[in-house]
């Protein structure tokens, strides 16, 4: 693999925490899933430490990724799991419209503003533990 900053490995951080919880899971549990050592998966995702390859294929594979996914998104592939794209300036968000449907439109509301107050924090969370320059 070429050689990379931090940034460029804190992408496949994210991704793989974000894919961990997206599938309901922690990552102690997920780890346990996957057949490797609790502390990697932690130490990648808290960004500790970078798993050897074959750590991370166990990863890939756990997550449905096909091999070498997450140093794809290294290199600065979208994550597998990205569901949300970026034009002219705003987040649009793929998600299908069974479910949501069924809510009023004061719950549909509602479900938007939590979603984009949550993205938010995220954002401010990501430049947050920016390194300080």
Known sequence: ?????PGDRDRARVAVAAAIT????SPTAAAGEMGIDQM??????NGD?????QKRTAIEQWLGWAPGAIDDIVRGAPS?????TVTAGRVHLDVRAG????LAPAELNEAVTVATASFL??????RAARPRD
């Open 49 to 53: 430490r970078w798993p050897r390859a």
């Open 22 to 25: 997206q599938r309901g899971k």
């Open 1 to 5: 693999m070429p050689a990379t900053t």
């Open 80 to 84: 597998p799991d990205d569901s949300a």
């Open 99 to 102: 479910d949501y449907t069924d």
């Open 40 to 45: 990697t998966l932690l130490g990648f995702v």
């Open 121 to 126: 924090e995220r954002v401010r969370q990501i």
